[in-house]
T-cell receptor, first 115, second 114 residues
Framework: GAGVSQSPSNKVTEKGKDVELRCDPI?????LYWYRQRLGQGLEFLIY????????KSGLPSDRFSAERTGESVSTLTIQRTQQEDSAVYLC?????????????FGEGSRLTVL | DQQVKQNSPSLSVQEGRISILNCDYTNSMFDYFLWYKKYPAEGPTFLISISSIKDKNEDGRFTVFLNKSAKHLSLHIVPSQPGDSAVYFCAASEGGTSYGKLTFGQGTILTVHP
């Protein structure tokens, strides 16, 4: 597709349930990022994939959060045993490695609400 | 510990006038600075960036200024248009292998009145 695609666009779940969020990056983009935005706050970095290198997981808030990426394509962010504080918009972004630093292309996000 | 701060939650400007959005940072390792614009229900879109070796970068109606000694950057929009109404995020990166790992400010809601 032309842009970064994320699904689902909205997810409502009960506390304690697991959720999976999916991201399809722009074709040819080797770098993929997950960020989240909680209400009234800026975006927080979660995790970064670059080619076959080990992902940079330094932003994951707890071990309930994990992410995988298949080659240089689809990525899945999994949140286990969701808590109310996990409610946020989860944004995926991709970029070319040699692009201007930090020029990320974001998807529209997946809004997660944990009841 | 907020390393990037946008102290003005909102800004209201008349069409045709200048909009100035401000951003302060604390991390001396930041090497690259960016502004993103976000419309409701959409992802942020890249607007303009500046490397720490420069103090100004201009792209059409948008100019970003960097004052490294003050750890301050600003985005100027001239002339402002109603379509510029959006949330503007300032972001910074330490560069190198971390270039895409951005630290964002909280955002400033810009409203441009016709």
């Amino acid at each position: 597709g032309a842009g970064v695609s994320q699904s689902p666009s909205n997810k409502v779940t009960e506390k304690g349930k697991d959720v999976e969020l999916r991201c399809d990056p722009i074709s040819g983009h080797t770098a993929l990022y997950w960020y989240r935005q909680r209400l009234g706050q800026g975006l927080e970095f979660l995790i970064y994939f670059q080619g076959n290198s080990a992902p940079d997981k330094s932003g994951l808030p707890s071990d309930r959060f994990s992410a995988e990426r298949t080659g240089e394509s689809v990525s899945t962010l999994t949140i286990q045993r969701t808590q109310q504080e996990d409610s946020a918009v989860y944004l995926c972004a991709s970029s070319l490695v040699k692009a201007g630093a930090g020029e990320l292309f974001f998807g529209e996000g997946s809004r997660l609400t944990v009841l | 510990d907020q390393q990037v701060k946008q102290n003005s939650p909102s800004l209201s400007v008349q069409e045709g006038r200048i909009s100035i959005l401000n951003c302060d940072y604390t991390n001396s390792m930041f090497d690259y600075f960016l502004w993103y614009k976000k419309y409701p229900a959409e992802g942020p879109t890249f607007l303009i960036s500046i490397s720490s070796i420069k103090d100004k970068n201009e792209d059409g109606r948008f100019t970003v200024f960097l004052n490294k000694s003050a750890k301050h950057l600003s985005l100027h929009i001239v002339p402002s248009q109603p379509g510029d109404s959006a949330v503007y995020f300032c972001a910074a990166s330490e560069g190198g292998t971390s270039y895409g790992k951005l630290t964002f400010g909280q955002g400033t809601i810009l409203t441009v009145h016709p």
